[in-house]
């Protein structure tokens, strides 16, 4: 079976993008990474993705008159690379309703906390300032609003005493380069399903406690 074409877009240092570099690297794997685009030239993520083989393309939002014009561009790339599923990982450009809706249940997103709590930046800081015990990251189909849509898998991670947001992040984002390999992989395998607002998701039994819980002493 062809293995599922993925499309990365990201603005930043790629750390996300080099988990899924990492899991794509094995011919077991069912996605394949086949372009990686930022909207910034000098962004971290397309040396490594040039490092691992990977195409990649900048479309510099600066340079197209307006958003529309922007994600058509974007659009047209990742349709000529056939990409059937985008990935966003650390991309920093709010998306409209007509791109969210082209790609609609075909383009995901990891998010730094448990949605639908503590949407939006500064994340940790507001995890710390709300006193939760836990937190963690979740990857979930994309919808217009930001940091919404139907919810694949999510990880969870304490908040320990004495926590400062750099702290925290850094044991979050350790979980999110477990859980993002595994949403794509239940998606390539057709094993996450979109119904109404949730995903059903078909689970093996070895396989429940990880999709459940990811590495709660992180």
């Known amino acids: 079976m062809a293995r599922l074409r993925l499309g990365v877009l990201i603005s930043g240092r790629g750390s996300n993008l080099q988990a899924l ?37 900048v479309i510099d939002h600066k340079v197209h008159d307006g958003r529309a014009a922007f994600e058509s561009a974007l659009t047209e790339a990742l ?13 920093m450009r709010l998306l409209t309703k007509g791109f969210v809706d082209h790609w609609r249940d075909r383009i995901i997103n990891i998010h730094p906390s448990l949605l639908p709590a503590f949407k939006g930046l ?9 006193g939760v015990k836990f937190t963690g990251c979740t990857v979930h189909f994309v919808r217009a609003e930001m940091d ?19 702290r925290l992040a850094t044991r979050v984002l350790q979980v999110e380069h477990r859980i993002y390999p595994l949403a794509v992989r239940l998606v390539a395998e057709g094993r996450a399903r979109v119904v109404g607002n949730a995903v059903n998701i078909d689970v093996k039994d070895h396989e429940a406690e990880d999709i459940i819980l990811v590495n709660p002493q992180a």
């Not at 990474?33 to 910034?40: D, E, G, P």
């Not at 304490?158 to 400062?164: R, Y």
């Open 148 to 166: 919404d849509g139907p919810i694949i898998v999510q990880g969870v991670v304490p908040v320990i005493s004495g926590d400062t947001p750099d």
């Open 79 to 91: 349709e000529a690379y056939q990409v059937r599923l985008v990935c966003l990982a650390g991309f």
């Open 122 to 130: 500064n994340t940790h800081e507001r995890v710390l300032d709300y």
């Open 21 to 57: 570099i990492d899991a794509a690297a094995d011919p077991a794997f069912p996605a394949e990474i086949a372009v990686v685009i930022s909207n910034i030239a000098d962004a971290q993520g397309l040396q490594r993705a040039t490092d691992a083989g990977i195409e990649t393309c």
